[in-house]
């Protein structure tokens, strides 16, 4: 089955920089989009940036000019540059792949913490 591997994130002070990195077992082109979400404790997951195959970007207002999504195509790999940290971006993290094969599939990684603390 698809798997999606995961690594970065960890702990950084408000107004610090992470980046989280997602390798897929199959080709980044073989998925309609990828993309981030997140989950903090009590809440529900939320996107928080998303690629298409073709380029397009897309980011929830609450990350947007502080997150940025991009693809290595030759390391097969999508990452999640995070700047401007602030404490309410403390979650897990998680990379999502999409693909429609006549149904819409989601695949997603294990889950990265980031925590935004002093």
């Known amino acids: 089955q698809v798997q999606l591997v995961e690594s970065g994130g960890g702990l950084v002070q408000p107004g610090g920089s992470l980046r989280l990195s997602c390798v897929p077992s199959?080709?980044?082109?073989?998925?309609?989009?990828m993309g981030w979400y997140r989950q903090a404790p009590g809440k529900q997951r939320e996107l928080v940036a998303a690629?298409?195959?073709?380029?397009?970007?897309n980011y929830p207002d609450s990350v947007k000019g502080r997150f940025t999504i991009s693809r290595d195509n030759a390391k097969n790999t999508v990452y999640l540059q995070m700047n401007s940290l602030k404490p309410e971006d403390t979650a897990v993290y998680y990379c999502?792949?999409?693909?429609?094969?006549?149904?819409?599939?989601?695949?997603w990684g294990q889950g990265r913490q980031v925590t935004v603390s002093s």
């Open positions: 199959e080709i980044i082109f073989r998925f309609n989009s």
């Open positions: 690629i298409t195959n073709g380029g397009s970007t």
């Open positions: 999502n792949a999409q693909r429609i094969d006549g149904l819409l599939r989601n695949y």
